[in-house]
């Protein structure tokens, strides 16, 4: 009947929530060579400041922590939690330091996975 709703279940091959995709943009995430000040959440005992600064931590291991979970709904609930990343990266750290670069180089590496799994 073509008013009939596909049951969705988690074979559902056709990846219509983007959650293979998550999973895929996470794995190269972690495995990236500047990934190393996103690994894990900020120390903010050893970072003086962050925790006032910073309202919403975020980091790859918690968003790992998070998918394994099933706690995003979509590609777009994930990317936001992603670039929660970088703009916490861009508000504690200056341009021209180690850990600004990197987020940087990560931030512009994600953009352009991102969009070229989705074309
Ligand atoms: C993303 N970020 C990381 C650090 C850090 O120290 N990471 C631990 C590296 N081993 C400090 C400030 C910051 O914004």
Redesign the pocket.
């Known amino acids: 009947v073509s008013g009939a709703k596909k049951a969705k279940t988690d074979k559902d091959d056709n990846n219509t929530n983007g959650l293979a995709t998550c999973r895929m943009l996470l794995a190269e995430l972690e495995a990236h060579q500047d990934a190393?000040?996103?690994?894990?959440p900020?120390?903010h005992k050893?970072?003086p400041g962050?925790r006032k600064v910073?309202k919403k931590p975020m980091?790859f291991s918690t968003i790992r922590e998070k998918l394994t979970n099933n706690q995003y709904l979509n590609l777009e609930t994930f990317i936001v939690d992603v670039n929660l990343?970088f703009e916490?990266?861009e508000r504690?750290?200056e341009d021209d330091s180690e850990?600004g670069r990197?987020?940087h180089r990560m931030r512009s590496f994600f953009d352009k996975r991102w969009t070229e799994l989705l074309k």
Do not use: K, S
């Open positions: 190393w000040p996103f690994l894990t900020v120390n050893a970072v962050y910073i980091d990343v916490n990266c504690f750290n850990i990197a987020g």
